[in-house]
């Protein structure tokens, strides 16, 4: 047997058709190919070469769709001021949202870094929001965030604030009320993120770093933070196409109200599309956020030689 | 932390008073993070109490944590309102059927794509990934007319089917098949083993710790998925617990009693599933790095 492809049997079986035989490893990937291949043709491919289509049509899914070439983007982009307020809404979840959700969790995680009793408990303690649904959280965050008989006013009261927002009813503070829902949901699963990055930073640095005589603060800034930042850079992309894509809590608890306050862009398209009916203009908007996430994305990485260490 | 008095030569009463401030340490930072751990649960605790208070003592100032009298009518009046247990099922169903086909289909590219050699291979692989690119959003409305068009409307295909397969999920394993020795499944070849009977028999079962997150990974994206369901479900019996959770919540509104009952039934089986096998869990989400979100 020959030592190169000990695989190989020397003779093909009879009866079996040569051609068979000689592809049989590429006839295999084929055949077990074929339920990811169907898939992606019939509900990825596809759907965007009719998103794309669509985009350019104006359809009600009752009458016949009428061809009206790039209308529904001029539409958008020009003259419907509620996707503007849509887009400065999300970008405002974006802008609040991405560094304190960061920060909460690297916060997190550098202190159940340290080798301490106990320290798995806080780590389950810490991750437990995440495992739970937007929605399932949503609901239990409108009764804390009730104006007059929500636990978190109560407490506000206590502190000495006479007269705290009516969070979810004020244009104002509904924004900062569902940036706070979502940092405390996530900053868990963040923090398992930053931990495991954590591990990869050799200790002895740290011990040199001390026989030098820096402090705590010197030395995350000096070792933790570059030495973590292709972590924080991941995460960092990654909330940013999350908090792009909110829906579940707008639609639970506002419906993008009061006034539009927390209308986001996806909620806009959900709007059009399932409330209206208008699939074109759905759509159109749905590529136009497209678009703007996969620049942003570019720049990040454009930036990311600027700050993000690399061994 | 490093140890006190590890570095050696130095003076006594030096290194005692290193150690004095890193037990003073050590207790400011266990206090810290008991404050974080009472404020992240307290939502949990607090639903569970108003859960269980009568329509006058949810609105007592200053907030009890005990609810007294303990009062189980909210949980019957919750039920009334909509079939929070029939929705549970639902979503266990759909989550269990999803996972299991997800698990087929992707092992199945994986191996293909990390352990098998045919023309055009990697360009596939890349072209797959480039799909991971197209948020959702972008294919929602094509997606849902053409559920619309093969008649799946409101049918439990047009969840499953698109569900069935994720690039996610065969870039996941591959990772992990690729690590895995071709010594083992030459012997097998050698004994005869077909290439389908060595990724069965020797692959898979070595393979146990990923498809075990990928598992858990697509159960808990089932289980919490929402926008998908909402608009492909019609007739609120087949709703998964998500949006069955809306719709509970426009047929109680403000009653927060009730409310909170079916809010605790919608999350309480995954917070026990988590709390027994929380270390998997969390090593789990580790493995899947960020795709686990």
């Not at chain 1, 402090?215 to 999350?242: C, E, H, N, Q, Y």
């Not at chain 2, 045919?118 to 959702?136: C, H, K, S, Y």
Request: glycine letters at 6%; proline letters at 6%.
């Amino acid at each position: 047997m020959s030592v190169a492809n000990p695989v190989a049997p020397t003779a093909p079986p009879a009866k079996t058709p040569s051609w068979i035989y000689r592809h049989e490893e590429a006839l295999t990937a084929w055949v077990l190919l074929l339920p990811a291949v169907l898939s992606a043709v019939a509900f990825v491919a596809f759907p965007v070469i009719m998103a794309i289509w669509l985009s350019l049509q104006s359809w009600d899914l009752l009458t016949p769709a009428r061809f009206v070439g790039l209308q529904n983007y001029v539409d958008i982009l020009f003259h419907d001021p509620h996707f503007r307020q849509a887009v400065g809404n999300t970008v405002y979840f974006v802008v609040g949202q991405v560094p304190l959700t960061v920060a909460v969790s690297m916060l997190l995680a550098v202190l159940l870094n340290q080798k301490l009793k106990g320290v798995s408990w806080f780590r389950t303690a810490f991750y437990t929001p995440i495992v739970t649904s937007t929605v399932s959280v949503a609901m239990v965050w409108m009764w804390l965030l009730n104006g007059d008989f929500g636990l978190i006013n109560w407490a506000l009261r206590f502190l000495g604030v006479a007269h705290p927002p009516n969070w979810l009813a004020d244009p104002v503070w509904s924004k900062p009320a569902l940036i706070l829902m979502s940092v405390w949901h996530s900053a868990g699963y963040f923090m398992v993120i930053f931990l495991a990055g954590l591990q990869t930073i050799p200790e002895n640095l740290y011990e040199a770093a001390e026989v030098d005589g820096a402090g705590p603060w010197k030395r995350f800034w000096a070792i933790t933070f570059p030495l973590l930042s292709s972590t924080t850079f991941l995460v960092i992309v990654l909330l940013v196409m999350d908090v792009f894509n909110i829906f579940d809590q707008v639609y639970m608890m506002t419906k993008g109200g009061p006034n539009g306050s927390t209308e986001t862009i996806v909620y806009y398209i959900y709007s059009h599309g399932f409330e209206w009916f208008h699939m074109g203009y759905a759509c159109a908007m749905a590529w136009i956020l497209f678009v703007i996430v996969f620049v942003l994305t570019l720049i990040q990485f454009r930036l990311q030689k600027r700050w993000v260490h690399y061994e | 932390m490093s140890e006190a008095g590890v570095v050696t030569g130095r003076p006594e009463s030096r290194s005692l008073g290193r150690l004095r401030r890193a037990t003073a340490g050590s207790l400011l930072l266990y206090a810290a993070l008991l404050v974080g751990a009472i404020l992240t649960l307290t939502p949990f605790l607090w639903t569970l109490s108003t859960s269980l208070k009568t329509p006058q003592t949810v609105f007592s100032i200053p907030p009890t944590f005990i609810p007294r009298p303990v009062y189980w009518q909210n949980y019957t009046d919750a039920l009334n309102a909509a079939p929070l247990f029939r929705f549970l099922w639902n979503s266990a169903f759909l989550a269990t059927t999803i996972t299991v086909l997800r698990l087929a289909t992707c092992s199945m590219a994986a191996y293909a794509f990390g352990r098998l050699r045919f023309p055009g291979r990697d360009t596939l692989f890349l072209l797959f990934l480039g799909t991971m690119m197209i948020p959702e959003h972008v294919t929602l409305i094509p997606n849902f007319v053409l559920m619309k068009f093969l008649h799946f409307y409101n049918t439990y295909k047009a969840l499953i089917l698109p569900s069935a397969f994720s690039v996610f999920g065969t870039f996941l394993l591959r990772q992990y098949f690729m690590t895995l020795p071709y010594e083992l499944e030459e012997a097998a070849r050698i004994d005869g083993c077909s290439r389908i009977g060595s990724f069965v028999r020797i692959i898979l079962p070595l393979s146990k710790p990923a498809l075990a997150t990928l598992g858990v990974l697509t159960f808990k994206g089932i289980w919490n998925w929402f926008l998908w369901p909402l608009v492909m479900l019609n007739d609120y019996k087949a709703f998964p617990i998500q949006v069955g959770l809306a719709f509970f919540q426009g047929q109680v509104t403000v009653r927060w009693g009730p409310l909170m009952a079916g809010t605790t039934l919608a999350m309480l089986p995954v917070l026990i599933v988590f709390f027994l096998g929380q270390k998997h869990f969390i090593q789990s989400m580790a493995l899947a790095g960020l795709g686990g979100r």
